[in-house]
């Protein structure tokens, strides 16, 4: 177990960057199955501890060193680590027992992929809507404010869910929920080579400014352009289809 998994039990559960609500502006947002307390509390901690990167992609997890770690039996770890394996940030072998998942090529352009064609429109619908987007302009400046790549990491996974939630489409919400914590993990292990997080808060503030001025094309756009030229220069290989929407095909 390394010395970064060792650090302080109970200090992520206090931390707001491992919250996953998000004001909407509408009372149809997704609303999770409740997980038991300590269950959420082991799965808050070691989700935070993945997307800053103090677990590596590949790190072995091993149950009763996470139980011994967060004072708790291994049934609430357990459970936690079979969440995590559903949303795609751990990987569970028969053989090589639970480990946090790799990023590659591949995967990177999977989950963009979906993103590419969810993100964008969902933006459009909130935008086009009214819908208030107070909660993406906090995240953005906790971005701007934020002194590691793990407090900007989690800032911006934030300031997208911010844009997407209040679509007014439950499912679409839940859809984008799914590769939300593999979108961030992507973009940890991108970072971790390409510190590049400054020309993309320059796009995000574009973003804001076009979906607060009630241009839901033109935040659409800008957003889709924004994902496609991250996993392009971060993942060069095997790119998707990533042309602007309603463009040639």
């Not at 650090?7 to 947002?29: D, K, L, N």
Request: hydrophobic fraction near 40%; aromatic fraction near 4%.
């Amino acid at each position: 177990m390394t010395r970064d998994l060792r650090e302080g039990r109970m200090t992520a559960a206090a931390s707001p960057a491992t919250s996953p609500a998000v004001s909407s502006g509408t009372s149809s947002a997704p609303t999770p199955t409740p997980i038991p307390s300590r269950t959420q509390f082991v799965l808050d901690a070691i989700r935070d501890r993945i997307l800053t990167g103090r677990l590596a992609p590949g790190q072995a997890l091993v149950e009763t060193e996470l139980a011994a770690l967060f004072g708790v039996s291994k049934t609430p770890v357990r459970e936690a680590l079979k969440t995590l394996a559903g949303t795609g940030l751990v990987v569970m072998s028969q053989y090589k027992g639970v480990t946090v998942r790799t990023v590659d090529a591949d995967m990177a352009h999977q989950v963009y992929d979906v993103r590419l064609l969810l993100e964008p429109e969902a933006l459009r619908r909130a935008v086009g809507r009214g819908a208030p987007l107070d909660a993406a302009r906090e995240a953005l400046a906790r971005a701007d404010e934020a002194t590691d790549t793990a407090e900007r990491s989690l800032a911006n996974r934030d300031f997208h869910r911010a844009l997407y939630l209040p679509c007014g489409n439950p499912l679409l919400g839940r859809m984008l929920d799914e590769v939300r914590d593999q979108a961030a993990l992507v973009s940890t292990v991108a970072w971790a080579a390409d510190p590049s997080w400054a020309g993309e808060a320059a796009e995000h503030r574009e973003i804001l400014r076009l979906a607060l001025d009630g241009d839901a094309d033109g935040a659409a756009s800008a957003l889709h352009a924004h994902i496609a030229s991250f996993v392009r220069r971060a993942f060069p290989d095997g790119r998707p289809d990533t042309r602007p929407e309603g463009g040639p095909r």
